[in-house]
């Protein structure tokens, strides 16, 4: 299985700082990856598809880059109602894992 | 607009069954793949199962194969996960999700607790 790495596990920030998570697979899995995020209590909502493509509604503040091993997600002005866990998830071949969160507190 | 409602958690003694539904509407239900994803307390996402639009493919993760069971009635527009012989690690909410590679909407969820 295709193993897929966070960094950090955990981030504290103030509203309006710039905040990058980084994911990594065990292997190349090309574009194959989402990124969901999770607010406190609730599902886990879709954001980013194929690596690069933002799902409609999300804020043009996240931007999202790499392909192969290595990805990043970032923010580039925090704001409030992101908090809550970020995911990447891997789609290369089943099963379909996901990183183990990033999770976003504000300062 | 896409809702999808699960159903049919509680708690169950090791070994014990639950069947789990999934409620779908705002789509063309049998036209799209649908999966199950679960979430243990206080911990990450970890994918489940997933099965095709016309029941024709299924897919689990090893830590549930031979126990669990997905299946679908396009008929009702309802998604199942059968989950048999179960242990205090398959305690977790359990998502359904609406495709496979890409899990595009997600229920809100129900809890299952494995517990003596």
């Known amino acids: 299985d295709i193993q897929m790495t966070q960094s950090p596990s955990s981030l504290s920030a103030s509203v309006g700082d710039r905040v990058t998570i980084t994911c990594q697979a065990s292997?190349?899995?090309?574009?194959?990856l989402n990124w969901y995020h999770q607010k406190p209590g609730k599902a886990p909502k879709l954001l980013i598809y194929d690596a690069s493509n933002l799902e409609a509604g999300v804020p043009s503040r996240f931007s999202v880059g790499g392909s192969g091993t290595d990805f990043t997600l970032t923010i580039s002005s925090l704001q409030p109602e992101d908090i809550g866990t970020y995911y990447c998830?891997?789609?290369?071949?089943?099963?379909?894992?996901f990183g183990q969160g990033t999770k976003l507190e504000i300062k | 607009e896409v809702q999808l409602l699960e159903s049919g958690g509680g708690v169950v003694q090791p070994g014990g069954s639950l069947r789990l539904s999934c409620a779908a509407s705002g789509f063309t239900f049998s036209s799209y793949a649908m999966s199950w994803v679960r979430q243990a307390p206080g911990k990450g996402l970890e994918w489940v199962s997933a099965?095709?639009?016309?029941?024709?493919?299924?897919h689990y993760a090893v830590s549930v194969k031979g126990r669990f069971t997905i299946s679908r009635d396009n008929s009702k527009n309802t998604l199942f996960l059968q989950l048999n012989s179960l242990r205090a690690e398959d305690t977790a909410i359990y998502y359904c999700?609406?495709?496979?590679?890409?899990?595009?909407?997600w229920g809100q969820g129900t809890l299952v607790t494995v517990s003596s």
């Open positions: 998830q891997h789609y290369h071949h089943l099963p379909y894992t």
């Open positions: 999700a609406y495709g496979l590679s890409t899990l595009e909407y």
């Open positions: 292997q190349d899995i090309s574009i194959y």
């Open positions: 099965i095709s639009g016309s029941s024709d493919t299924t």
